[in-house]
């Protein structure tokens, strides 16, 4: 998530895990993927579970444009702070003034239980991750459950999380965009090809199953590797 040479000051020292940054153990509790709904509802749902805060007035201009790039398309957003009238009037508000009628945007409220928080995810086609601040943990949930993510390389480590996290799903990569048209042009491509939606669905879970991801046991060696080079490097400094 912190490639070398990205320009963000640390005052400490970064050291790299090999891969990627995090592993991933799923909840005991999560439903099986489910079909795509687009196959039962004739229309794409977009979808994003992510904290509302990172949803800037950028990031909701962008789904917009998507969503007029694909006819009749829906997009789904959950978060706390919607069971406010006032926020979710200001949401619709936003999407209305990028031209997207409100009655296309579904807002939900938090779902406390973490089945049904998960089960949520058999709503939505696939998810778009908000930027520069991605997702993490919903990332994670919303591979898990089957769902595609498309995210954008920025220039810090909150940008690239969702980068460093689709990277270690073979196939993934394609899901990276570089620019916010390239953002753009790759969510309305996937929403046109519903022969790799259902493929993905299909098989995603257990792509991600056996990826590094959720490799526990290589993440936990390596990463006591890592302590025990920075504990030897602190030892070179006391003897210099």
Excluded at 126 to 144: I, K
Aim: charged share 20%; proline share 7%.
């Amino acid at each position: 998530a912190d490639p070398p040479g990205l320009q963000q000051s640390y005052s400490e020292i970064l050291y790299y895990l090999p891969k990627c940054f995090l592993c991933y153990t799923p909840s005991d509790t999560a439903p099986d993927p489910s079909p795509l709904p687009f196959n039962s509802n004739g229309f794409i749902t977009f979808g994003s579970f992510n904290n509302i805060a990172k949803m800037t007035p950028l990031v909701l201009k962008t789904w917009a444009n998507i969503m007029l790039a694909v006819p009749n398309s829906r997009f789904l957003i959950k978060g706390k702070q919607f069971a406010s009238p006032k926020v979710r009037n200001k949401f619709w508000e936003i999407f209305k003034e990028n031209g997207v009628d409100c009655s296309r945007v579904d807002l939900m409220p938090l779902i406390a239980q973490t089945h049904d928080h998960l089960s949520a995810y058999s709503l939505m086609d696939f998810s778009l991750d908000p930027f520069p601040y991605a997702g993490t943990t919903t990332t994670c949930e919303a591979l898990w459950m089957g769902i595609p993510v498309i995210t954008l390389r920025g220039p810090c480590h909150a940008a690239n999380v969702g980068v460093s996290l689709l990277s270690q799903i073979e196939g993934h990569s394609r899901f990276i965009a570089d620019t916010v048209e390239d953002y753009i042009r790759i969510a309305v491509e996937l929403a046109l090809d519903i022969p790799l939606l259902t493929e993905v669905r299909q098989n995603l879970r257990g792509n991600m199953q056996k990826s590094y991801l959720c490799d526990y046991v290589s993440f936990t060696k390596n990463l006591e590797d890592t302590y025990t080079k920075i504990w030897r490097d602190w030892c070179e400094k006391q003897n210099q």
